[in-house]
């Protein structure tokens, strides 16, 4: 896609209070944590926590060597100061100082990057995307894409894409426009494989880099004994039952589900990296240490098995 990526990266969502709220202690822990563990690509989104997760991510990123990391963010939503009444209503534990506005538009893609920069403290990012276009296609393809195309050019940004929960639309996004790479959220993991039929394939065919988010499906995947929501929502019986059974077979091999499910998307040729939302330094020390075993292949034949059932 243009840019480097380390396999695994950092998702921000969390230290802009993704729920729950952290201290900037907290948050600055966990990502020098990462620093440590050898990460260097960090994804956020003006979204995260009203511009907090990109202020925080700056402040950390502040003394290290900008050649040696990789940013990316997101356009496509606007802040618009407002006067605030209560907390943020769109699942993060902050002030509500502004309001989201969505703009795929050229003059709103150029805003939003520039203010992006000065929460970042940076001269460009490596990566842009258009976060959650899903009911603004006309725009998106007819001013945004454009428009990234122009910063590209001016060097404000390396690399230009999409990032989606859903796979139809950023299938039609590879069909028909020049991105270089997409953020596929929750759509490629070992309960959900929707993907895999047309649009991973179409990204190889194309040249498109795909970054795999959500690889825990919001919860259900992220703890050996499988409990809590999936996609956001507590999860079903049905996938309870099918998560633990993917425990049990990852056990057979010494291997936790969080461990296979962090792995899983790397095995496909179009995904060059995993992004891991993640909130603590513990946090992140302990998904580094999974990544870092080795996967069995006769796990993933047996699990192809059951994805077959």
């Known amino acids: 896609m243009g840019v480097d990526v380390t396999q695994y990266g950092f998702g921000c969502a969390p230290i802009g209070n993704l729920f729950t709220a952290l201290t900037d202690e907290t948050a600055a822990a966990a990502l020098d944590a990462a620093w440590d563990c050898g990460i260097r690509w960090y994804d956020t989104a003006p979204h995260y926590g009203l511009g907090l997760s990109e202020r925080r991510l700056g402040e950390a990123l502040r003394h290290r060597p900008r050649a040696e990391f990789t940013v990316s963010t997101k356009v496509g939503r606007l802040l618009e100061p407002c006067d605030p009444v209560g907390k943020d209503d769109q699942g993060f534990d902050v002030p509500a100082t502004h309001t989201r506005v969505w703009d795929f538009s050229r003059d709103g893609i150029r805003r939003s990057l520039t203010e992006s920069l000065e929460r970042l403290g940076l001269d460009h ?38 990032g989606m929960n859903q796979w139809p639309m950023l299938a039609d996004f590879v069909r028909e426009t ?8 929750g759509r490629y993991t070992l309960l959900d494989q929707s993907a895999a039929a047309e649009l991973l394939p179409l990204c190889v065919e194309r040249g498109v880099s795909v970054m795999a988010g959500g690889v825990f499906n919001s919860g259900i995947l992220a703890t050996h004994d499988p409990q809590g929501t999936y996609n956001y929502v507590p999860a079903a019986p049905a996938l309870l039952e099918r998560a633990r059974l993917l425990a049990r077979i990852c056990e057979k091999y010494g291997v936790r589900l969080p461990q296979a499910a962090l792995a899983f998307p790397l095995r496909h040729p179009a995904v060059s990296s995993v992004v891991i939302g993640m909130r603590s330094a513990d946090e992140v020390r302990q998904n580094m240490a999974l990544v870092a075993s080795p996967v069995p292949d006769e796990l993933w034949d047996e699990l192809a098995g059951v994805e077959r059932d």
Not at 178 to 185: F, G, K, M, R, S
């Open 178 to 185: 020049e991105v270089d790479t997409i953020l596929l959220a």
């Open 125 to 162: 990012v490596d990566v842009a995307l258009l976060h959650d276009p899903d009911h603004h296609w006309k725009e998106a393809v007819g001013e945004a894409i454009p428009a990234l195309a122009e910063l590209r050019a001016e060097g404000l940004i390396k690399s230009i894409g999409v």
